[in-house]
């Protein structure tokens, strides 16, 4: 399966179809994930990609937040040109499973919509329909491994059958096939990265206070994680 962001026409409703694999597995290895775990970040970041592809802006990034009590935080970050990451936090509050999503548009600035409900598939639903407030047909989903975010959504004009769309499109992308109706527009390749570095972090524990870094000291030792990817860092005081 190739990892890429598609898009699509078919009646009156442009279609994006997200598939990513290797992507996943290195976000999961980094974190130590395996299982629900993997699979319910696996998910989150094709969504993520999904509402990236979505946007009009070469520069638009998307971090999507999934706050299930008793489970834990998933973030994923996913960029225009591509380039997606995730995590797990260990704690999460709250008494209710949350969808947070932070646009980041170069023209028009930041934008965050929150919905709250069950499950990540539900909270999808809700987040197309309530924050975004576009007529959409969604779907979230593994399939041997590969996870995908599929959505149809109507434009201006006569209305299609949007469910039904997004049903053929779930039927089909999995065995690598283009729904019969549907037009190619453009594809993404999609690939794990992050921007952290070394230096970065190091900036970081170099700014804190002589106090705050031996708070943080274990062993003449700080250890730090990028909140993006997850990666860690380990730092000689």
Do not use: W
């Not at 980041?104 to 999808?124: A, C, D, F, P």
């Amino acid at each position: 399966m190739i990892e890429q962001a598609s898009k699509y026409m078919s009646q009156n409703a442009r279609i994006f179809c997200i598939s990513l694999s290797d992507a996943v597995t290195q976000s999961a290895q980094l974190n130590h994930l395996d299982g629900e775990d993997r699979s319910t970040l696996g998910k989150l970041e094709a969504f993520a990609c999904c509402i990236a592809a979505l946007q009009k802006d070469d520069r638009a990034s998307v971090t999507a937040r999934l706050s299930l009590p008793g489970i834990g935080t998933y973030s994923a970050t996913a960029d225009k040109e591509g380039i997606v990451r995730g995590r797990k936090e260990e704690t999460c509050d709250g008494a209710e499973d949350t969808l947070e999503v932070t646009l980041q548009l170069h023209l028009r600035g930041n934008y965050t919509g929150m919905v709250t409900g069950k499950g990540l598939e539900g909270l999808v639903r809700s987040y197309f329909s309530q924050s975004l407030q576009i007529a959409a047909s969604c779907s979230v989903f593994e399939d041997n491994d590969t996870f995908f975010c599929i959505v149809a959504e109507q434009l201006p004009g006569e209305s299609c059958d949007l469910q039904g769309l997004c049903g053929e499109a779930e039927k089909t992308f999995p065995q690598n096939q283009i729904p019969e109706g549907f037009e190619f527009l453009e594809s993404t390749p999609l690939r794990f990265g992050c921007t952290c570095s070394r230096a970065s972090l190091m900036r970081f524990v170099s700014a804190m206070s002589p106090e705050d870094r031996a708070d943080l000291a274990e062993d003449g030792k700080i250890v730090t994680y990028c909140n993006a990817c997850g990666k860690k860092y380990t730092f000689e005081l």
